[in-house]
């Protein structure tokens, strides 16, 4: 009884696929917590370059704490009925520890440490340990039972950083490496042996559908960045040209994104025999992409105040560098769903990487306009290459292995 009772938790044939209001709120906190990223990052480009350097290494460890939460939400929304009320409660708990996260994340290295770590803590070893609890008997609860004890490995390395100012770098960097590659491995346990995500028998809509979501969320920074960018300047031609290059740019990486392979995810998910594999790498490429759109963001910022500064190699390392990220990682996004990869998007990263050094010589408006028109011819190969012809259909090469190979936990 108990373990019917823990399996009406379970997502079934008849659950919607469809991301929830919920999670559409959850949503809302990462916007927030994502302008924090952004803003960290502009405070990091202060300095030498070794400085730069050292202050992006920090801030992208501060980047991939959110990032495994959020994904680790949506594999938690996908696996169990988000109507229920246990994964309402933890959704929302979820929320309000990513909220944590995003007001001391610009501090969160320095004397904010504390309260970050308990936000990230709580929320890795509590959400888990409830779902186990409520899945009663189930077999199923083995799972989060393995993410309680991997997040309950690190989490000495994360507060012992938090208390000990001299070893928090090092020690956070062991500790987040812990978390990350226990969900390579499928967190294994003696005798319970591991579970990995690409044997899991997930809701392919629905991830698809927040993969989609995660990347809007990240153009959605990038707006809320050029808007309060160019708010707080002193109007002006120059800054109005940099304004409108910059939307431009955003508008271009939707483009590219959706174009084909960004609206079949959801159908190259339901066509994989194996669909957790596929899943397990949109996630991975997703990351690149959203941390591409972040860089561009903070390029932007830059060119909206200084238009007409020299275009020094460390700002473009974000003008030109994040939307090359992006290119990059769409390219085998576009491998993941129809098994090639477009001329016209590998032509536009070498484009980028080719005219950055020359773009040292110009000014910011200048690089950001060039960026922008390389863009724009991408989106333009996609519009020619599909007039004319028939929509095409995915032909993903993941997870073409037959599903009666999951496991039995899937």
Do not use: C, K, N
Not at 7 to 29: I, K, N
Not at 81 to 95: D, H, N
Not at 285 to 300: K, Q
Request: no cysteine.
């Amino acid at each position: 009884m108990s373990e019917q009772r823990g399996g009406a938790l379970l997502r079934t044939m008849a659950s919607s696929e469809r991301a929830t209001f919920l999670e559409l709120f959850f949503d809302l906190v990462f916007v927030f917590a994502l302008t924090r990223v952004s803003q960290r990052l502009i405070t990091d480009l202060d300095g030498s370059g070794e400085t730069m350097v050292a202050g992006v290494g920090r801030t992208l460890l501060l980047f991939l704490v959110l990032w495994h939460v959020w994904t680790i939400t949506t594999w938690v929304t996908s696996r169990y009925e988000p109507e229920r009320i246990v994964i309402q409660a933890l959704v929302v708990g979820t929320a309000f520890g990513s909220l944590v996260l995003g007001v001391t994340l610009p501090r969160a290295l320095e004397e904010r440490a504390l309260p970050f770590v308990l936000a990230y803590v709580v929320m890795m070893v509590g959400r888990p340990l409830v779902i186990v609890a409520a899945l009663r008997g189930h077999p199923r609860r083995t799972v989060p039972l393995r993410l309680a004890a991997w997040a309950g490995t690190s989490a000495p390395l994360w507060l012992a950083g938090a208390l000990l100012p001299g070893a928090r770098l090092p020690l956070w960097v062991v500790a987040l490496a812990v978390d990350y590659l226990g969900t390579y491995l499928g967190w294994p346990l003696p005798r319970l042996g591991r579970s990995r995500i690409r044997s899991w028998l997930v809701a392919g809509e629905h991830l698809a559908e927040r993969y989609q979501q995660i990347f809007l969320i990240a153009l959605g920074e990038s707006v809320l960045v050029i808007g309060v960018a160019y708010s707080g300047e002193r109007f002006s031609r120059q800054g109005a040209a940099a304004f409108t290059l910059a939307f431009l740019v955003t508008a271009l990486l939707w483009r590219i994104y959706f174009h084909r392979a960004g609206f079949l995810l959801a159908e190259a998910l339901r066509r994989a025999g194996s669909p957790g594999r596929l899943a397990e790498s949109a996630a991975q490429t997703h990351l690149f992409m959203v941390l591409g759109v972040l860089a561009a963001a903070v390029g932007y910022e830059l060119v909206i105040a200084h238009p007409f500064d020299p275009a020094e190699p460390r700002w473009l390392v974000f003008v030109a560098g994040g939307p090359a990220l992006f290119l990059a990682a769409r390219s085998r996004f576009e491998y993941e769903i129809f098994g090639r990869i477009s001329r016209s998007r590998l032509a536009g990263l070498l484009a980028l990487v080719l005219l950055a050094p020359v773009l040292t010589a110009g000014p910011a408006l200048l690089a950001l306009g060039t960026v922008a028109g390389v863009l724009a011819l991408v989106a333009l190969a996609d519009a020619r290459h599909a007039r004319g012809r028939p929509p095409e259909s995915s032909a993903s090469p993941l997870g073409r292995e037959m599903r009666g190979e999951a496991g039995p936990e899937a």
